[in-house]
């Protein structure tokens, strides 16, 4: 007879569209890999008792509070999982981590890098188990762009463009939100973060930077009558010097019309290249040199089976995997970690780099100069 998993204990802080997602993400993962808990959704908080009242009937806690503290204070809780507004992470994670609790908390970690390395430095001094919410990183299709890019199979790699586009700031009409304030982010700190970790996912650390961080809305109303001056950019840009000689460039912005989900790159090198784009995520495009002439052209390569752990959640090739599956491989290696079995997939030392640079880049925008990224 099996010996019985140790349960591991959930306080979900905010319930809007990533603690949906998280929640999905525990579900699914619970059921498609050979956790190394036993999932219990404990307690959940929101902004008052009713909203928390109502996510626990529809999500599946047992237990509800109006008060995010409530979660920290409870022996009971194992783990506690934020994904509340940017500028409240570091008050909650440092809480948590100074009661002792695992932290699984979505991006941005904080809004200033010396914020984000302070929770990381409190969490490794505890020696409690991170992960930073960045899942796009766990598509089958990103881990094998990396390994024909390691494998050398596109030879020296030269030049890389990457891109996270949406549009759902792009009405100027639409109220300011937690984003717009300085302690939000901005789209570069939003989306941007994404395509600067799949960046340096895929190529390995970025060395220098060059930016170009733009406000196109310049003011939104304040939901009391007037308006409130954004200061944030709608569009970030870098130019890039990756450590391995190749350069590139990425963009972020929330105004891009018509744009829902972008999240696409390109790799260019000496012997081929590759071409990926979230919209069609279970897909990658390889292009080969070393075929033969009249034969050349872009390949689509499917998920699949071989191309772990898609296998784990279906076992046909083409019939893809969705965004939430992500968010349950993301938690399936991160509780790995938790366990022991593995070191932090993508902890608060990895969501630190990329708020570094985040904010390296935002430095270069204002001053019109290239700048060292940090190492």
Known sequence: MAAEKPRLRIGLIGTGFMGKTHVFGFATAQRVFDLPFEIELHTVADQSPELAARAARELGFARSSGDWRSLVADSEIDLIDITAPNALHKEMALAAIAAGKHVYCEKPLAPLAADAREM???????????Q??????????LALARELIAGGELGEIR????????????????????????????????????????????????????????????????GKGGRRAVDVDDVGRAFLRFANGA??????????????????????????ALVFTQERFNELHFYSAADAAGRRGFRRIEAGPEH????????????????NDLKAIEIAYYLDA???????????????RIQALVETIQRSAREGTWHRSPM
């Open 308 to 323: 772990q752990p898609y296998g784990r959640f279906c076992v046909a090739p083409g019939h893809q995997l969705g965004f």
């Open 159 to 222: 030049s890389y463009r990457g891109v996270h586009a949406e549009d759902y700031m792009i009405d100027p009409e639409a109220p300011f939100t937690f984003r717009h304030d300085p302690a939000g982010g901005g789209a570069l700190a939003d989306l941007g973060s994404h395509a600067l970790a799949t960046a340096e996912y895929l190529l390995g650390p970025i060395e220098r930077v060059m930016g170009d961080c733009v406000t196109a809305i310049a003011s939104r109303p304040d």
């Open 338 to 352: 938790v366990a022991g079995r593995s070191a932090e997939p993508f902890g608060f030392h990895a969501g630190t």
């Open 132 to 141: 930073v919410g960045f899942n796009y990183l766990c598509n089958p299709m």
């Open 120 to 130: 990381a430095d409190a969490a490794t001094a505890a020696g409690v188990t991170t």
């Open 247 to 272: 350069s590139g460039n990425v963009e972020a912005s929330w105004i891009a019309t018509g744009r829902k989900m972008q999240h696409d790159f390109e790799v260019y090198g000496s012997k081929g």
